[in-house]
């Protein structure tokens, strides 16, 4: 079988044609670098994607801090993730990288902080 | 009032004039002052909460708020000086520059100003859509700005006009906080946002995508209530008899983005009618001496790893302008292909590399993008396709420059 995709990992979006069948890819093409191959082999395996969304702060200089995850997680469990991240409120001061989730929903990425948010 | 003389202004605090800034201090340029009218810096990425920033400069995919942090640290680690929550109100072209800030107002001389304000987004009057006007539609910014600054759920059932990224990243923000997204409207037969965008945001969400599409009423009196949309022909006409009611309670508008330019334009600096920011040489300079410009104000960038290494070519130009006054090579233009939105600079005086960053005006497949001075080539580049979403850069190397010679940027179908 044949199938386009459009790599996400980085901005250059390079259009990959994979050719499988059943589980077993048999060739990739178009991809500008390795991850290209990965990416397309995980994609009709098991697709997966990182997310991002905000957490509250309280006592902080903003009332949200921006996060995301350590690294991509199977894409159907991506509401799972969210409901857990929404559940989440956190105390100021907040760092850059702080892990305020670990494993999210056991799936073995670190739901972290991307802005630093300081005590009112 | 007492007038404050710098070596270097920089008119906002964002990506593009965060890297002019630690690039000119890394030449050792000490004098640099950056004047930003929020009270934080980092520009527009503090609410691009997404990651996939930095890949080629980082090796890391960062969000937007942690690359902007990146060189937020450098200026901080630098010693540059920096004012926040000051607003440039006024810019000659003698490189006066006037600021305005709560405790008051403050007059500088520099003898180079860069501007690197960043840029605004199409509105509805820019677009002009009949209808009364409820509460409920935003822009894409000032949607993302809402919900990931100022934590306010804007809606719960939305329409999207407009496949600009930003709308998509929206379209995508907005289904993972539990709002229903009906559709994203495109009047354009091909999607204005990333393809990466398209997957990632739409298709992973089964949002969909109507090309040749746009909304022609907006209905509700105190709140939206819902959106008529047609489709169109070729010459984005609503063709009669396909209108279609949408219900939905928030209509966000990704329409386009154009360079901030009142402040270029107080100051005399010649405008492309095509980019809608300054034109300039290779070196970043605008049509009045000593204004440099970079980033979005230049003109409107996707990608901000682009602008960090747009604004550090202008600042090695600028360097140099504050070392010696350019013997000046005449500056001759470079021509655009017709099927070329514009380029960036438009031209050229050869007295340093060059690099041209471009847009093709329409999708097109298998073509090759060379840059030529008389019957010399000096670069090719091949596409498999090309789109107007994707901004192509093009490098010649100083030494294979003629001055005083046009270039032509031409695009050949294979
Ligand atoms: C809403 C939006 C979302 C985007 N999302 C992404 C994204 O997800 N990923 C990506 O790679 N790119 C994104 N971009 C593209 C963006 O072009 C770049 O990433 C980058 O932020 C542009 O940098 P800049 O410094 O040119 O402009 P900006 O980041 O806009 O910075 C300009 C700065 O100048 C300040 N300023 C303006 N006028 C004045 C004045 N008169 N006085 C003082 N200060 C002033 C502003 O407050 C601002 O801080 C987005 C752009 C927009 C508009
Ligand atoms: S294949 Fe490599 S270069 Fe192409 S989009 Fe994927 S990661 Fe980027």
């Known amino acids: 079988m044949n199938k386009t995709l459009t790599c996400v990992i980085c901005p250059n979006g390079c259009q990959l044609t994979v050719d499988y069948e059943g589980v077993t890819i048999q060739s990739v093409e178009g991809a500008l670098c390795s991850k290209g191959n990965q990416y397309a082999e995980q994609e009709i395996l098991d697709p997966k994607r990182n997310i991002a969304s905000s957490v509250r702060v309280t006592g902080g200089k903003a009332p949200l801090v921006s996060v995301r995850l350590t690294g991509p997680i199977p894409k159907k469990k991506i509401f799972d993730v969210m409901a857990e991240i929404r559940a989440l409120s956190v105390a100021a001061p907040v760092e850059i990288g702080q892990v305020l989730i670990a494993d999210v929903s056991g799936l073995g990425q670190d739901v972290i902080a991307t802005k630093r948010i300081d005590r009112i | 009032m007492t007038t404050q003389n710098r070596s270097v202004i920089i008119i906002g605090g964002g990506p ?190 089964d949002i969909p995508l109507f090309l040749s599409h746009t909304v022609t009423a907006i209905h509700g009196t105190k709140r939206l209530t819902g959106v008529t949309v047609s489709q169109v022909d070729s010459s984005f006409r609503p063709i009669p008899d396909t209108e279609k009611e949408w219900t939905c309670d928030t209509l966000i508008l990704s329409v386009g983005l154009i360079p901030e330019n009142e402040l270029s334009k107080m100051a005399g600096v010649l405008l492309d009618p095509r980019t809608k920011g300054p034109r300039v040489d290779e070196h970043y300079q605008t049509s009045v001496a000593g204004i440099f410009a970079a980033g979005n104000v230049l003109h409107v960038h996707d990608l901000v790893d682009f602008v960090s290494l747009e604004a550090e070519r202008l600042a090695e130009s600028v360097g140099d302008y504050l070392k010696q006054a350019p013997a000046d090579e005449e500056a001759v233009p470079v021509e655009a292909d017709p099927e070329l939105a514009y380029t960036v600079p438009q031209l050229v005086r050869a007295d340093r590399d060059l690099t041209v960053s471009c847009r093709v005006r329409r999708p097109l497949n298998r073509v090759r993008i060379s840059i030529w001075q008389n019957d010399q080539k000096h670069v090719t580049r091949r596409f498999r396709r090309a789109i107007p979403a994707e901004m192509i850069h093009l490098t010649v190397p100083k030494e294979k420059l003629v001055p005083g010679e046009p270039l032509k940027v031409v695009v050949e179908h294979e």
């Open chain 2, 16 to 205: 593009a004039g965060l890297a002019a800034a630690a690039a000119l201090r890394q030449q050792g340029v000490e004098d640099i002052l950056i004047l930003e009218r929020e009270h934080d810096l980092g520009g527009i990425l503090r609410q691009c909460i997404h990651d996939g920033f930095g890949l080629t400069r980082f090796k890391e995919a960062l969000s937007g708020p942690e690359y902007a942090a990146r060189f937020v640290d450098t200026v901080q680690q630098a010693g540059i000086e920096v004012m926040t929550d000051i607003t440039v109100t006024e810019l000659h072209a003698d490189r006066t520059v006037v600021a305005t800030a709560r405790s008051g107002r403050y007059v500088f001389k520099a003898q180079a100003v860069i501007l690197a304000m960043g840029c605004r987004e199409r509105t509805r009057g820019a677009i002009q859509i009949p209808g009364s006007r409820p509460a409920g539609v935003y822009t894409a910014g000032i949607a993302q700005a809402y919900m990931n600054l100022k934590n306010i759920m804007i809606g719960r059932s939305a329409v999207i006009l407009g496949s600009g990224d930003i709308g998509l990243i929206m379209a995508r923000r907005l289904t993972l906080e539990g709002a229903s997204v009906k559709g994203v409207f495109e009047i354009q037969p091909y999607p204005s946002g990333l393809p990466r965008n398209i997957t990632q945001c739409l298709d992973d969400y």
